[in-house]
């Protein structure tokens, strides 16, 4: 195919049990041009769930430095037009990829966000479906203001906004998607896909369960990080 179709998904993985469903929910996407990385972030546990699919993946692996480290290494050894991101404990649904592709081209965006489900440990639903609400671009920005709806493991982009607004940062252990999204948000529109297309799991070992306090103190650095240039963002908008 076209390079310029190529989706390259990247998996921060660390010492995650779940790691190999994570893989093969990408390696069962209806959409054909993907390539897979997995960036192994100094595992010392689960690596051998990954011995079996280690020749249709790519794998590199990196002393440990957190997820913003690992979402990094995988973009710098990507050969895709467009970036998605899968934590190791998630799962698309299998026309995912697709989707947002479609969406993508049809809606002449360059970054996407879907709609997902929660699931357990045992990967079985326990809410409705968790969407953000139809919404105007000033009250987009408002509520990125004040919150971040927008899962990680949900989102599909085109390469070419890293050229603009950089890398993850890499200082942040538990907001790096946050503050790469408030980076993203001027300068690009986004698109929305309100049926889910991912399920995200909720678990006792998941980092935002065992740091939530470190958690919140880093929401608030990066709202206060980006509050003057999204203020004034927003008097912009409500003006046009």
């Known amino acids: 195919m076209n390079q310029k179709t190529k989706v390259s998904v990247v998996i921060p993985f660390y010492n995650c049990p779940y790691v190999h ?10 959409y054909a041009d993907i390539e897979l990385i997995v960036v192994d972030d100094g595992s010392t546990l689960h690596t051998e769930k990954l011995e079996a699919y280690k020749s249709r993946i790519v794998y590199v692996r990196k002393t440990n430095g957190g997820t913003g480290s690992a979402l990094n290494r995988g973009i710098e050894v990507a050969n895709g037009a467009y970036f998605a991101w899968l934590s190791a404990d998630d799962l698309f649904h299998p026309d995912k990829i697709r989707r947002q592709i479609e969406a993508i081209r049809s809606s002449g965006t360059s970054f996407n966000h879907t709609a997902y489900y929660y ?25 990125m ?23 993850f940062n890499e200082t942040l252990l538990y907001t790096q998607d946050y503050d790469m999204w408030l980076r993203i948000l001027p300068h ?12 995200y799991r909720v678990h006792n070992e998941m980092g935002s369960v065992l740091h939530s306090e470190a958690q919140n103190r880093e929401i608030a650095k990066v709202q206060f990080m980006h509050r003057g240039k999204l203020t004034e963002l927003l008097r912009k908008e409500r003006r046009n």
């Open 188 to 199: 690009y529109e986004w698109s929305y896909i309100e049926e889910p297309l991912l399920d």
């Open 145 to 167: 203001m004040s919150s971040c709806p927008v899962n990680g493991s949900t989102v599909l982009f085109d390469m070419e906004i890293l050229s603009r607004v950089g890398m």
């Open 21 to 30: 469903l994570a893989v093969e929910s990408v390696l069962a996407q209806s």
């Open 119 to 143: 699931i357990n440990e045992h990967g079985q639903r326990f809410h409705d479906i968790v969407r953000m609400p139809a919404c105007s671009r000033p009250a987009l920005i408002q509520t």
